[in-house]
């Protein structure tokens, strides 16, 4: 007997008893649909999150801030220095201060550092289009940095004198605006107050509207808009107070080692970091999510390959006297075996292939129906991605853990002696 013949006499054989084979394909096809759905929740959120960082153009860009500093009541109170910002952040053990113009000039200086731009806190009161109404609205200052996601219009300009405005799909209903494509061109109004509490308008051009997206639903303002917005915001501002920042947001050199250039910060005393580092816990969250539900579908996998090693022990006693008559008819131990595998790899890929195939169909029907409803502010996440890759790896693994579970059976069935097993009862 050939290969072909082989399998096909294998396959013929794993439908002798269709109950049994029936629920050893039932426990495979649960660890594999089970596996196949939790790989593709960690494709679809990893393809999603690698979509956003992409789409922002991140690469290149570190969020600056001053690194922590560790103080204890045994140390005493830190030495004030005057060249620091005034403004710092108490939590539990860790200090973090506010970033001074000179740690501007530091970090601009840092080799391997293009441009910096600080990160200045815009506190609008309030934005209005028209006389629909003044609605609170979040704007993020230089956001000219960021290539957002767009679903109509154009990208901030930071060369631009045009204050230019770019709003979230969500607030342009409440606002008045219509479409995202109306929205585009019109002038809104911007309400905030000085040092004093005086109120200033500020009137700034909606130059495009972004997506929701997992970095925040606020509007962003480019340099020129950001600049008349900290103008107004600053007025009457005392000169003896110090200006301080959060962040800055620095730009590194083309062809700069990232990794090189943070270790170069944080010599300085300041911490640098990638949208995609910021973004490591939340990864490692979900991969651990997923971990733990394909630990269980593995649990599934090994139950299944017990039920493989059951079955085929049970036709392997069955067709003992089958297996003397091939052997005693020139057919050697070696391809006694190999029918045997053929057939755990069988029951293997049919109970892979349904869960997957099954998995695929109905993962691909929920995944669309979450993007339509719970997951529509979030376009372009599709909660559950199969990729063929991965797919093809899930069933040629279980195959392979067929194969091992088979391999008991097999070697049982080809060491058989043939004189006694055509004596067998």
Same mark, same amino acid.
């Given at each position: 007997?050939?290969?072909?013949?082989?399998?096909?006499?294998?396959?013929? #054989?794993?439908?002798?008893?269709?109950?049994?084979?029936?629920?050893?394909?039932?426990?495979?096809?649960i660890?594999?649909?089970?596996?196949?759905?939790?790989s593709?929740? $960690?494709?679809g959120?990893?393809?999603?999150i690698?979509?956003?960082?992409?789409?922002?153009?991140?690469?290149?860009?570190?969020?600056?801030?001053?690194?922590?500093?560790?103080?204890?009541?045994?140390?005493?109170?830190?030495?004030?220095?005057?060249?620091?910002?005034?403004?710092?952040?108490?939590?539990?053990p860790?200090?973090? !201060?506010?970033?001074?113009?000179?740690?501007?000039?530091?970090?601009?200086?840092?080799?391997?550092i293009?441009?910096?731009?600080?990160?200045?806190?815009?506190?609008?009161?309030?934005?209005e289009?028209?006389? %629909?109404?003044?609605?609170? *609205?979040?704007?993020?200052?230089?956001?000219? =940095?960021? %290539?957002a996601?767009?679903?109509?219009?154009?990208?901030?300009?930071?060369?631009?004198?045009?204050?230019?405005?770019?709003?979230?799909? #969500?607030?342009?209903?409440?606002?008045?605006?219509?479409?995202?494509?109306?929205?585009?061109?019109?002038?809104?109004?911007?309400?905030?107050?000085?040092?004093?509490g005086? &109120? %200033?308008?500020?009137?700034?051009t *909606?130059? $495009?509207?972004?997506? &929701?997206?997992?970095?925040g $639903?606020?509007?962003?303002? #480019?340099?020129?808009?950001?600049?008349?917005l900290?103008?107004?915001q600053?007025?009457a501002?005392?000169?003896?107070?110090?200006?301080?920042?959060? !962040? =800055?947001?620095?730009?590194?050199?083309?062809g700069a080692?990232?990794?090189?250039?943070?270790?170069?910060?944080?010599?300085?005393?300041?911490?640098?970091?990638?949208?995609?580092?910021?973004?490591?816990?939340? &990864?490692?969250?979900?991969?651990?999510?997923?971990?733990?539900?394909?630990?269980?579908?593995?649990?599934?996998?090994?139950?299944?390959?017990?039920?493989?090693? #059951?079955?085929?022990?049970?036709?392997v006693?069955?067709?003992?006297?089958?297996?003397?008559?091939?052997?005693?008819?020139?057919?050697?131990?070696?391809?006694?075996?190999?029918?045997?595998?053929? &057939?755990?790899?069988?029951?293997?890929?049919?109970?892979?292939?349904?869960?997957a195939? *099954?998995?695929?169909? @109905?993962?691909?029907?929920?995944?669309?129906?979450?993007?339509?409803?719970v997951?529509?502010?979030?376009?372009? @996440? %599709?909660?559950l991605?199969?990729?063929?890759?991965? *797919?093809?790896?899930?069933?040629?693994?279980?195959?392979?853990? =067929?194969?091992?579970?088979?391999?008991?059976?097999?070697?049982?069935?080809?060491?058989?002696?043939?004189?006694?097993?055509?004596?067998y009862?």
């Open positions: 007997m050939n290969l072909v013949d082989l399998l096909r006499t294998a396959i013929g #054989n794993t439908f002798r008893s269709k109950l049994r084979t029936t629920l050893t394909v039932i426990a495979i096809f660890g594999a649909f089970t596996i196949t759905l939790t593709a929740i $960690g494709t959120v990893s393809s999603y690698d979509t956003q960082v992409a789409s922002i153009g991140t690469t290149d860009s570190l969020t600056v801030t001053k690194a922590a500093t560790t103080s204890s009541s045994d140390d005493g109170p830190a030495k004030y220095d005057p060249s620091e910002s005034g403004q710092t952040s108490q939590r539990g860790a200090s973090v !201060s506010y970033l001074s113009p000179t740690d501007i000039s530091a970090i601009r200086r840092t080799t391997g293009a441009s910096v731009q600080p990160a200045v806190a815009l506190s609008p009161k309030w934005l289009y028209g006389d %629909h109404g003044k609605y609170v *609205v979040s704007i993020a200052g230089d956001a000219d =940095a960021i %290539h996601d767009l679903a109509a219009g154009r990208q901030l300009s930071s060369t631009s004198s045009e204050r230019q405005l770019l709003l979230p799909t #969500n607030d342009l209903k409440a606002l008045g605006l219509g479409s995202a494509r109306n929205a585009v061109g019109t002038t809104v109004t911007i309400g905030i107050d000085d040092y004093l005086q &109120e %200033h308008q500020v009137r700034a *909606v130059v $495009g509207v972004q997506n &929701e997206s997992l970095f $639903g606020g509007a962003g303002a #480019n340099a020129a808009l950001t600049e008349a900290r103008t107004a600053e007025t501002k005392p000169t003896a107070v110090s200006t301080g920042y959060a !962040s =800055a947001t620095a730009t590194v050199a083309s080692d990232v990794a090189k250039v943070k270790s170069r910060l944080l010599a300085a005393g300041y911490t640098g970091q990638t949208i995609a580092d910021q973004l490591g816990q939340f &990864e490692t969250v979900i991969n651990g999510i997923v971990g733990v539900l394909n630990a269980f579908a593995v649990i599934a996998l090994i139950a299944a390959g017990f039920g493989i090693i #059951n079955t085929l022990l049970m036709s006693q069955e067709r003992t006297r089958e297996i003397g008559l091939m052997k005693a008819m020139g057919m050697g131990g070696g391809r006694v075996y190999t029918l045997f595998s053929l &057939e755990a790899v069988f029951i293997g890929f049919l109970g892979s292939a349904i869960g195939g *099954v998995a695929i169909l @109905l993962g691909t029907g929920i995944s669309n129906l979450l993007a339509r409803t997951l529509k502010d979030l376009p372009g @996440l %599709h909660l991605q199969f990729a063929p890759g991965s *797919v093809a790896t899930i069933i040629i693994v279980v195959m392979l853990i =067929a194969f091992l579970a088979g391999t008991l059976p097999a070697r049982r069935a080809a060491r058989q002696n043939p004189i006694e097993a055509l004596r009862e």
